[in-house]
């Protein structure tokens, strides 16, 4: 995560939400946020509210400021002036100057107290107001860009001391403490490409072709879904090309019992012990995931309203997507806006097969008197 995509251009997110954005243009309305759209035909990029003739849909793009237009080549209207008075949202760039902040000082130890004095409000206000923008709060920012700092420096092959310190971490102790849950493993084993970490994993045939389990000590960390050949065993070696894997069908025997008794219905609660690696906010999805009731849905929008950011539906999809413990965390519960069975890692096919078992089992099942 980086000041770039979360604040100065966030396209993922307004993605989500281009239906509902155009709608604004087309009735002229002003009330939808801090957005502009850019005209390609054109080149010039307006407020919703402008008085010029509305362009073609195909024609247009959205920002979530005018820098981000800018930055993209588009050029200010001179009918709706965007870049003066309401064209853009201050609380964005209160937050974007906060996020520069931490971004150049994450080695200091940013408390909510220094940060909101930088900005010059409370700090009460300014963890909400980043909160309600961001998606998470300024010190699980901070944690996340630490850490997002240490990967690339670990991934280049730097030493873990180097790393500490070019990530901001002030000592090591404070390391293994807050990039243990981030990386799932040490920050040596980490650079090693899990050198040093011992992966058992099974296979077994389910109602969806075949199930890999594969677990560490700590807990589950992949569960994968595929049909007939090695497909399954490369894409965990390729995930840890250095760690000790092993075929361990009978240490895995309980947690794969318990994932078929899921697929065939006969568990619906399923609660495992996990070990995987997740920012922030992918842990915020896959908890969302997790609440969903067996046998039922959550649109990609809808979940995104319940972490408190409903431009983010888009966002919501990636970290679905990046599940890696399907099942476990049950990404197949996140459908369309309408309802439709949008991208499955899986396919299409076995997520509409688990969302009908689900519905069955739950139709089937005696209602409370």
Known sequence: MTVTTVIDDLQDTLASGEDSLWRAV????????AFVYGVRSTGIYCRPTCPSRRPRREQVVFFASPRAAEQAHFRACRRCRPREGSGFDPQAELVKRVCGYIEANLEEPLTLAALSGHVNISPYHLQRTFKRIVGITPHQYARARRLSTLKAQLREGRGVTTALYEAGYGSSSRLYEEAAAGLG??????????????IGYTIVDCPLGRLLVAATD???????????GGGL???LVAEYPAAEIRRDDGGLAEWVNALLRHLNGDQPDLRLPLDVQATGFQRRVWEQLRAIPYGDVRSYGQIARALGRPAAARAVGRACATNPVSLVIPCHRAVGQDGSLTGYRWGLERKRLLLERERTVTSQSPRPS
């Not at 493993?185 to 011992?198: E, S």
């Open 26 to 33: 087309l009735a002229r309305d002003g009330s939808h946020g």
């Open 185 to 198: 493993m040490t920050p040596a084993t980490y650079r090693r490409g899990g050198q040093g970490m011992r």
């Open 233 to 235: 065993e490369a894409a």
């Open 218 to 228: 700590r807990g589950i960390c992949a569960v994968s879904l595929g049909g007939a």
